[in-house]
């Protein structure tokens, strides 16, 4: 049985399509999403809100997935991260779990072990 989320899942993405696919996939499972353009976006958006858990992706402009976890633990926020990605380098996902991430998938993801996975992050 999943459990319930008392906030909603941050969606940090560049590509709008992968974003949006997403927060299909999570609205469709009772799970409110809430999705980011960009890192920036995102911890401009903390100063609001905290998510119960985050999905973030790489592969980004401007600032990294791993640049986004570097600051969120420079601020000393901790959000359940899981990293997705489409490319999966030799010791990337060392680096992302070593940085907080609970989880690392890659692209394509499945959708069902998406949801396996935020559910025994969050919980």
Do not use: Y
């Not at 999943?2 to 997403?22: C, M, Q, W, Y």
């Not at 100063?47 to 990294?64: A, H, K, N, Y």
Request: negative net charge; hydrophobic residues 45%.
């Amino acid at each position: 049985m999943p459990k319930t989320l008392t906030g909603f899942v941050a969606i940090v993405d560049d590509d709008s399509a992968v974003r949006k696919a997403l927060s299909r996939l999570l609205g469709a499972s009772t799970i409110q999403a809430q999705s980011f353009a960009s890192a920036r976006e995102f911890l401009d958006s903390l100063r609001s809100s905290v998510p119960d858990c985050l999905i973030l992706d790489l592969q980004m402009p401007e600032m990294t997935g791993l640049e986004l976890q570097g600051e969120l633990i420079r601020l000393g926020t901790r959000i359940p991260t899981i990293v997705i990605t489409a490319h999966n380098e030799s010791g990337l996902r060392e680096r992302c779990l070593a940085n907080g991430a609970a989880a690392f998938l890659v692209k394509p993801l499945d959708g069902a072990e998406l949801l396996a996975t935020i559910n025994s992050t969050v919980g």
